[in-house]
Nanobody, 121 residues
Framework: VQLQAFGGGLVQPGGSLRLSCAAS????????MGWFRQAPGKEREFVAA????????YYADSVKGRFTISRDNAKNTVYLQMNSLKPEDTAVYYC???????????????WGQGTQVTVSS
C-alpha cells in the first residue's frame, strides 16, 4: 500500500485546512486509516482514525470537535478537515493504514510521507 498525503500549508489561528491521503496499491477494505502528527522535539501522536468499511471514527481529545475524518472509498482517499486551528496544531501530519486498535501507532503498517501544517499569525 502506498500513501500520499497532501493539503498542508500555513494558516492563521482559527483558520481551516483539509488534508487528503490517497491510497494506492493493495488497498483493502479491512484497513483502518489514521492520521498522526509530529511536532518538533515531540513524539508522533494519534490524531484521528476511521474504519475503512464501517465508518467508525476515533479522535484524540485535543482535536475532538474541531477535526473531522472522512473517507471516499471510490477514490481510495481519506480526508482530515481541520477547523478552528490553533498554534499547537502545528506539526507534520502523516496518514497511515493499519488495523485496530486505531489509536495506537504500532497498529499501522503503512505510512505516507507527511505534510507540514503551520498555524501562525
Amino acid at each position: 500500500v502506498q500513501l500520499q498525503a497532501f493539503g498542508g500549508g500555513l494558516v492563521q489561528p482559527g483558520g481551516s485546512l483539509r488534508l487528503s491521503c490517497a491510497a494506492s496499491g493493495r488497498t483493502s477494505s479491512r484497513y483502518v486509516m489514521g492520521w498522526f502528527r509530529q511536532a518538533p522535539g515531540k513524539e508522533r501522536e494519534f490524531v484521528a482514525a476511521i474504519s475503512w468499511s464501517h465508518s467508525s471514527t476515533y479522535y484524540a481529545d485535543s482535536v475532538k470537535g474541531r477535526f473531522t475524518i472522512s473517507r471516499d472509498n471510490a477514490k481510495n482517499t481519506v480526508y482530515l478537515q481541520m477547523n478552528s486551528l490553533k498554534p499547537e496544531d502545528t506539526a507534520v501530519y502523516y496518514c497511515a493504514a493499519g488495523r485496530f486498535p486505531a489509536q495506537v501507532l504500532i497498529s499501522y503498517d503503512y505510512w505516507g510521507q507527511g505534510t507540514q501544517v503551520t498555524v501562525s499569525s
